[in-house]
Nanobody, 128 residues
Framework: HLVESGGGLVQPGGSLRLSCEASGGTFNYYAIGWFRQAPGKEREGVSCISSSGGLTDVTNSVKGRFTISRDNAKNTVYLHMNNLKPEDTAVYYC???????????????????????WGQGTQVTVSS
């Protein structure tokens, strides 16, 4: 069970930190991915992190602005979002997979079907 939090309304250039908290299962066995879906657009992969936290990926459109981290003691993965832009407006979802996801093999290739568990999403709106 995954629950996202931390979304909200922020002005362009602002920052947010999204949290993905897991309950049930053994959290540190799972890699976590962050995805987003804007109105009228397809869902896209944003960032992912391995079960240990030693490997990460951030897709090119947010590279240099977003980072991902995890605290396995708290069963939580974070998406740190800085210098937010209006085009970052979307519902953000976290998802878990027990395998090493494709995004960590280079090329920021996100495969939705690799992820068995999904959260309900949190809205991020970037607007002045």
């Amino acid at each position: 069970h995954l629950v996202e939090s931390g979304g909200g309304l922020v002005q362009p250039g602002g920052s947010l930190r999204l949290s993905c908290e897991a309950s049930g299962g053994t959290f540190n066995y799972y890699a976590i991915g962050w995805f987003r879906q804007a109105p009228g657009k397809e869902r896209e992969g944003v960032s992912c992190i391995s079960s240990s936290g030693g490997l990460t990926d951030v897709t090119n459109s947010v590279k240099g602005r977003f980072t991902i981290s995890r605290d396995n003691a708290k069963n939580t993965v974070y998406l740190h979002m800085n210098n937010l832009k209006p085009e970052d407006t979307a519902v953000y979802y976290c998802a878990a997979t027990p395998q090493m996801p494709s995004c960590l093999y280079g090329g920021s290739h996100y495969v939705f079907k690799e992820y068995a568990y999904w959260g309900q999403g949190t809205q991020v709106t970037v607007s002045s």
